[in-house]
């Protein structure tokens, strides 16, 4: 195993970090190794919000379902899906009056382009994250920044055609401490050939194993099995209503419609 294979192999969600700074050294190669990362058409559509205000980070505690240890992190780094930029350079440059003038169709950012920069963003995130990685500096995700859309999109003032995909913690490990690395399912039930194969009741098994091996217990309501014990803690649990309601909003304000629901 070389020293990149190492990096992913051992990388591991860190939620505690050592009371130290993140240099600016280190600061500038994690956002180095942001922007190399692969975009499409080299468009880089995405922005990344640096947050060093204090306040804004508890507020992010708060609305970021209680994770207090964002408040805590000495690097926390917000990655929009950006079509912004580049829609605002093509009416600087006059493309409305060049579709117009010659029969051509001005196009406005659509789904596929929220998308496509939702790739791009992850994608800078995640070059980041094994970045920092191979500079002793653990990381975080939190995907709870997709939930209450409104109150984070006045926070960090986001114009319509952007979207806050991931929020990212860095931090150092504690001395002496490395989270265990939760496992895996196996790459035979990940992995397809050709063509995508249904689950069948060998994979079920797998998976109920996988899931009594991660072992998390607070639910909140009672479950016979893994399928229900993982259903309630995730894609049942109160979060994920929010973050359903909260991407319909933005999706709404991407499309120029009004949001159902003003939370």
Not at 95 to 114: I, N
Request: glycine share 6%; proline share 6%.
């Amino acid at each position: 195993m070389n020293a990149t294979e190492k990096t992913l192999q051992t990388r591991t969600s860190l939620r505690r970090y050592a009371d130290r700074p993140i240099s600016e050294e280190e600061r500038l190669s994690i956002l180095s190794a942001a922007m190399a990362a692969p975009t499409a058409g080299n468009m880089m559509l995405y922005s990344i919000i640096e947050i060093t205000d204090q306040a804004v980070k508890e507020s992010l505690v708060e609305t970021c379902d209680g994770q207090p240890f964002i408040a805590k992190a000495p690097l926390v780094l917000l990655f929009l899906a950006d079509q912004q930029r580049w829609h605002d350079f093509f009416v600087h440059g006059g493309v409305p009056k060049m579709c117009d003038e010659h029969g051509l169709t001005w196009r406005e950012p659509e789904e596929s382009d929220l998308m496509l920069g939702c790739c791009d963003a992850l994608i800078a995130a995640q070059n980041s994250v094994i970045a920092a990685e191979s500079l002793g500096i653990g990381s975080c995700y939190i995907g709870d920044i997709m939930e209450n859309y409104e109150r984070h999109r006045e926070i960090f003032d986001l114009p319509r055609w952007t979207f806050p995909i991931a929020l990212v913690c860095y931090g150092h490990y504690p001395d002496g401490e490395r989270p265990p690395r939760r496992g895996r399912l196996p790459m035979e039930i990940v992995v397809h050939r050709d063509v995508y194969r249904k689950t069948d009741e060998k994979v079920f098994d797998i998976m109920e194993e996988h899931r009594r091996l991660w072992s998390i217990t607070k639910i909140g309501a009672p479950a016979e099995n893994g399928a229900q014990k993982m259903y309630l803690r995730k894609n049942g649990a109160p979060f994920s209503f929010e973050m359903s309601r909260s991407v319909k909003a933005a999706i709404s304000r991407w499309l120029g419609e009004e949001p159902k629901d003003h939370a």
